[in-house]
């Protein structure tokens, strides 16, 4: 029996949670209700249970502060644990190579990811990303520079990218 542990904190988007175990991040988003993650979770990695932790989860949920306080790298230094296939995973740990600040559209993350002709399978890494904000798939443009879609709405895309560009947090 496995046990992850969640949290809460209040973002000027909203209420964010993680649901976190062993010192990673499993899933993470705008939302008070830890059971709207579980669904992006992989199987393999589903908690049988799950506990509500402000100790458990204070790492992830520190690391969300100082994002919304003008330390947008806080999230990347962030441990997090995602499974998929081989090109998925690695496409992950792309986006978390791709600063606070600088975006990219769908065909520059395929690039990036090795397989420049597979745009719609960089563009399911970020829908499937469990872990907003700490995958960042968020600075992920469509190809005309429209922000596109964003699982949280794109009015969050927007802000997350207008305070990194400023430089500033909330």
Known sequence: MTT???AHTDTPDGPFTVIVSDGAVLGS?????????????????????LEESDTEAEFALDAVRKYY?????????????????????HAWDVLRGIGPGQCVTYSDFAA??????AVRAAA???SQN??????????????DGSLGGFLYGTDVKKRLLEMEEDGSGE
């Not at 209700?33 to 992989?42: A, E, Q």
């Not at 990036?112 to 002709?117: E, K």
């Open 29 to 49: 988003g705008w939302t008070s209700d830890p059971k709207d993650l579980l669904p992006r979770i992989h199987q393999s990695l589903l908690p049988s249970a």
């Open 4 to 6: 992850a542990f969640y």
């Open 124 to 126: 399911s890494a970020c």
């Open 69 to 89: 306080d003008g330390d947008f790298a806080a999230v990347l230094r962030t441990p997090v644990r995602q499974v998929s296939g081989e090109f998925r995973s």
């Open 130 to 143: 469990a872990a907003a904000l700490f995958v960042p798939c968020h600075r992920v443009l469509s190809k």
């Open 112 to 117: 990036l990811a090795g397989r420049p002709q």
